[in-house]
């Protein structure tokens, strides 16, 4: 699985499971460019993976920052070879109490975000001749909590969008969707702060998965890389669940029950 003299764009890859996708293509020695919002975790986060790497601030909801980010990193490398479409933000609420800005924003990072970083990439993988877009779902595409009804609408629709990409740029342009279930992250540690009990949630969140705990971010950026690479070159337009078991089990929802 090697990337050498390919160019990897992680969104959002300065934190969580970006950056667990950034460090694997890096070890596997490709160029790898981080867009984020977050300057300074991102700019610390590709200093420490030293060369190949690559820092540029970008809000990935506007089109004309992705559009310069990606003609960046293109002269920077050359080209871009595979996009992980990783930026997402998680909020709490029903369909009832979201306010319209906020159904906006989420829809925009999570999902608008994807589709503008993936039709200013493409043309350059056209280009190239080859490609790959991933774009990061979750399981909440299949079996969802409740409350988070703007964020479970933008990870569905990426399942759609994965699609359309493999079924209108075949055979040269792949495209995949990624379904994790719960991975220890920023998102998820900020999400568990704020219930009344953040010990009791994360243990009941690790109890949802068979394998009795939650992914760690390089769990899923090696899926991500082998997916990408010669070896998952018959993957295409499908969303591929990394859930730890969660959800398959009728009854309770721990190994043990
Ligand atoms: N953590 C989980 O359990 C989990 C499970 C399934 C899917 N996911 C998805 O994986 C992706 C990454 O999640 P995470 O847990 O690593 O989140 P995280 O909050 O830990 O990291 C997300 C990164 O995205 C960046 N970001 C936010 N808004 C942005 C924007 N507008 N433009 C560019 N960058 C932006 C943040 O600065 C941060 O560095 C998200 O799409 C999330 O929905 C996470």
Redesign the pocket.
């Given at each position: 699985m090697s990337f050498e003299d390919k160019t990897i764009i992680v969104?959002?890859g300065?934190?969580?499971?970006?950056a667990g996708c950034a460090e694997v293509f890096h070890r596997e020695h490709g160029n790898v460019v981080v867009?984020?919002?977050?300057e300074s975790?991102g700019e610390t986060f590709c200093e420490l993976l030293g060369d190949r790497a690559q820092f540029i601030k970008?809000?990935?909801?506007r089109e004309a920052e992705v559009e310069e980010a990606i003609e960046q990193a293109v002269a920077a490398f050359g080209g871009v070879d595979v996009l992980v479409n990783?930026?997402?933000?998680?909020q709490y609420s029903k369909v009832t109490d979201t306010l319209e800005e906020d159904w906006d924003r989420i829809l925009d990072?999570?999902l608008k975000?994807a589709f503008l970083c993936a039709k200013h990439a493409i043309p350059h993988m056209i280009e190239a001749g080859a490609g790959i877009v991933i774009n990061?779902s979750?399981?909440q595409a299949f079996v969802t909590q409740q409350n988070v009804a703007p964020y479970v609408t933008s990870?569905s629709a990426l399942i759609g969008l994965t699609r359309s990409i493999a079924v209108d740029y075949a055979p040269e342009i792949r495209s995949v969707a990624i379904c994790?279930?719960?991975?220890d992250?920023?998102?998820?540690r900020a999400a568990f702060q704020q219930s009344a009990d953040p010990d009791r949630v994360r243990q009941e969140t690790i109890d949802l998965h068979l394998v009795e705990r939650m992914a760690q971010?390089d769990d899923i950026g090696e899926l991500v890389a082998f997916i990408a690479s010669e070896k998952g070159s018959f993957i295409n337009g499908q969303p591929i669940r990394i859930d730890g078991g969660m959800g398959i089990k009728i009854g309770g929802s721990k190994k043990s029950e």
């Open positions: 969104t959002g300065a934190k969580g499971i970006g867009l984020d919002v977050d975790a970008c809000d990935v909801s990783n930026a997402g933000i998680l990072i999570n975000g990061m979750s399981v990870k994790p279930g719960g991975v992250t920023p998102l998820n971010p």
